[in-house]
């Protein structure tokens, strides 16, 4: 990606010099890998950029969400991905939001007080698409992380509190830009050959006012949830402290084995074999019976505050928490099978 996309300025110079050969037990030397790896740095950009104060806290539901969409929808198209609905936009009605809280109310802001801002009383989720191969090309493996966050406070004496959301949940946006980007070079490149199937990478909009984006993409009919083999949930995967959380590993018998396939780097990891556990856009997946988990590193004291900031994500545990999605992604889309539970 270049430095800027679409009229988004990046302040810092992203280094791409990185080491492309690796070695085989054997001893043999590996083919390099014909995709750009997934870059630390690119994902702190990302993170930066929708974490920004000029984005307000991308509350749902304002023009500060719509211009978060918009860089999302620019990241996935500078990174070659097909659109998966026109313009790569699914737009749905919301409402007018909650009106501002006061400056000592222990809930989330929201909007928490408007500084100029305007509404737009919807939403919108932002979906690309990776195009399988063969017998398996009908089915779909969804990769998704809401994008937006809850707004800003206006306090009685017009100081004003950004909630940046750099956690919660920008940096599960950026795992997802930059492991769309990765597969989609991988697999130009025929470095996955068929049969495999397709991915769909959607930013979800809404979900801090209750999961709205995800549900609305559920029922849209974009892809039938017959066809949805699993579901991959990125939120709040930017703080590691002990360990990854793969949450509600047990929609499907296999989950287990390919996270742990997955997690070559030796990353700490508890997988929790609950059927189903929600809060996050996993859930209407789960609902349907669809295979799907949640990756999380966990809540933390910043959680839905103003000093939810980029400082303060762990730049390695975002790199291998990103690197572990990646190689479990294209190990869904390429198992012969993902039986489901009866």
Known sequence: MSKRARGWSISRPVPWAVTLVGALACGEVAEPDPATPISADLLLTHIGILADDSLYGRPAGWTDELRAAEYVRSALTDAGLTPGVPEFLQTFWIGPQ??????????PPFQGGDPGRETTYYSQNVVASLPGDGALSEEWVVVGAHYDHVGWLLEPDSSLHVYNGADDNASGTAVLLEVARYLRERFVAGAVPGPRRSLAFVGFGAEEIGLVGSHFFCGSGMVSLTDIAAMVNLDMVGRLQTSLQVRAAGSAPWWADHIRDANTGGLPVEVDQDAFKGGSDHVCFLSAG?????????????????????????????????????????????????????
Do not use: Q
């Open 98 to 107: 909650k009106s501002a809280h006061a400056a000592t109310s222990a809930d």
């Open 290 to 342: 669809r295979p799907a988990v949640h990756l999380f590193t966990g809540l933390h004291a910043e959680y839905h505050t103003p000093a939810d900031d980029p400082p303060l994500i762990n730049r390695d545990g975002l790199l291998a928490i990103a690197e572990l999605t990646a190689r479990l992604v294209e190990s869904l889309a390429t198992a012969p099978s993902l039986a489901v539970m009866p």
